[in-house]
């Protein structure tokens, strides 16, 4: 099956920098890739989403990239804001099914 | 409201008494599926459904069971818990009998197993 792995597990940025997280897949055959913002005791919600026929997405300040050749994906939010302190997860689902695997997270800490 | 709700919120029970976890959404979505949450583990899928009488195995499905008899409703039951079902479970659902797009999320159902 797919596994997802997610780096860092921690980040800590100054308001106004960039934050950016990395994750990789195992299955060649992943092609829809959303990642998920969980605010402290809130239910995961999409914040953005990319799908294996593009390489880079952007809504505001938050951008996708997605490298399909080293199987590969990442998250960059700029101009970090306090309200964007929360956990991070990234996914991955194959073509062949309707699996949606996630990586282990990203706790975002935006310092005042 | 669009929504998908969870009941209930919390449950503590021993091990081995059968319990179940209910999910209801009201956007007519096919697509329902189950995941727990575990500290530095994230989100595991552990049974989904494409649709009415459809349904299929995530990664972790031992030890539960799945229904999709309506549209609307998925329920998760554990027939005999054990405290490693100790958790954070999350129903969610999306449109188009597809992962590949938007999933709402219920609010969570916190279990502990004793």
């Known amino acids: 099956g797919e596994n997802v792995e997610q780096h860092p597990s921690t980040l800590s940025v100054q308001e106004g920098d960039s934050a950016v997280i990395k994750c990789t897949y195992s299955?060649?055959?992943?092609?829809?890739f959303p990642w998920y913002k969980q605010e402290l005791g809130k239910r995961p919600q999409l914040i953005i989403d990319i799908r294996s026929n593009v390489g880079e997405k952007k809504d505001q300040r938050i951008a996708v990239t997605l490298n399909k050749t080293a199987k590969h994906f990442s998250l960059h939010i700029t101009e970090t804001q306090p309200e964007d302190s929360a956990v991070y997860f990234c996914?991955?689902?194959?073509?062949?099914?309707?699996?949606?695997?996630f990586g282990a997270g990203t706790t975002v800490t935006v310092r005042a | 409201e669009a929504q998908v709700t969870q009941n209930p919120r919390y449950l503590i029970t021993v091990t081995g008494k059968k319990l179940t976890v209910t999910c209801s959404q009201n956007m007519n979505h096919e697509y329902m599926s189950w995941y727990r949450q575990d500290p530095g583990l994230g989100l595991r899928q552990i049974y989904y459904s494409m649709n009415v009488e459809v349904t299929d195995k995530g990664d972790v499905p031992e030890g539960y069971k799945v229904s999709r008899k309506e549209k609307r409703n998925f329920p998760l039951i554990l027939e005999s818990p054990s405290p490693n079902q100790t958790s954070l479970y999350f129903c969610a659902s999306s449109g188009q009998h597809l992962p590949r797009e938007t999933q709402y999320f219920g609010p969570g159902t916190r279990l502990l197993v004793l």
């Open positions: 996914a991955a689902s194959p073509l062949r099914d309707y699996k949606l695997s």
């Open positions: 299955d060649s055959a992943s092609n829809y």
